[in-house]
């Protein structure tokens, strides 16, 4: 089973829709997660972290997390061509203390 | 400085050579970690220092040798590679917190073995 599951997607969106990305993990003792965006042949960025039961938001950015059904997701709003990318969410495993990405989600903004 | 400076930026190297990959961090970051990723694919974890110790490996092949010589630096030795090494090497660093914290990573070095 894997640790940490997203669509491949590829997700396209209009501009200015709100992009949603979707992630599950398998490891219910996890307890922070993490949204990191990566351009095509760059590093990734971490743009949101989140370990608490609800929603966090940040700018046009918002992360929500379900502990009890190992869900979290991140919403974009007012999506620009300039968040196409690859979304990967990242877990924290905590029997085994390191983060764990998984496959990412590319996102198409279509102007 | 916010920023996690990794070089050489690109490296060819033969199946024969020994290279080192390098990483340096000014946070005050105490886990640093090397990341592998292939085209199109998640990056995955090799090593994790925390405290300038290794305390994971995840049974990465001895021809990759890590060493951490001081809370700012992070190097990888590559010995006798082979061409399926080829890919981005990610070095990142975090602090070291209850709740964990996110990563800042590198800007990688492409590295083909040919």
């Known amino acids: 089973q894997k640790e940490v599951e997203q669509n491949s997607g590829p997700l396209s969106v209009p501009e200015g829709a709100i992009a949603s990305l979707n992630c599950t993990y398998s490891?219910?003792?996890?307890?922070?997660f993490f949204w990191y965006r990566q351009y095509s042949g760059k590093s990734p960025e971490l743009i949101m972290f989140?370990?608490?039961?609800g929603d966090k938001e940040d700018g046009r950015f918002t992360a929500q997390l379900n502990k009890a059904s190992q869900y979290v997701s991140l919403l974009i709003r007012d999506s620009q061509p300039s968040d196409s990318a690859t979304y990967l969410c990242?877990?924290?495993?905590?029997?085994?203390?390191?983060?764990?990405f998984g496959p990412g989600t590319s996102l198409s903004v279509i102007p | 400085d916010t920023e996690v400076t990794q070089t050489p930026k690109h490296l060819v190297m033969g199946m024969t050579n020994k290279k080192s990959l390098k990483c340096e961090q000014h946070m005050g970051h105490r886990a640093m970690y090397w990341y592998k990723q292939k085209a199109k694919k998640p990056p995955e974890l090799m090593f994790v220092?925390?405290?300038?110790?290794?305390?994971i490996n995840e049974s990465v092949p001895s021809r990759f040798s890590p060493e951490c010589p001081n809370s700012s630096l992070l190097n990888l030795h590559l010995h006798a590679l082979q061409p399926e090494d080829s890919a981005l090497y990610l070095c990142?660093?975090?602090?070291?917190?209850?709740?964990?914290?996110?990563?800042?990573f590198g800007s990688g070095t492409r590295l083909t073995v040919v």
């Open positions: 990142a660093s975090s602090a070291i917190t209850s709740t964990g914290s996110g990563y800042t």
């Open positions: 990242a877990v924290r495993v905590a029997s085994y203390d390191k983060v764990i």
């Open positions: 220092y925390s405290y300038e110790k290794l305390s």
């Open positions: 490891d219910r003792g996890s307890q922070s």
């Open positions: 989140i370990y608490s039961n």
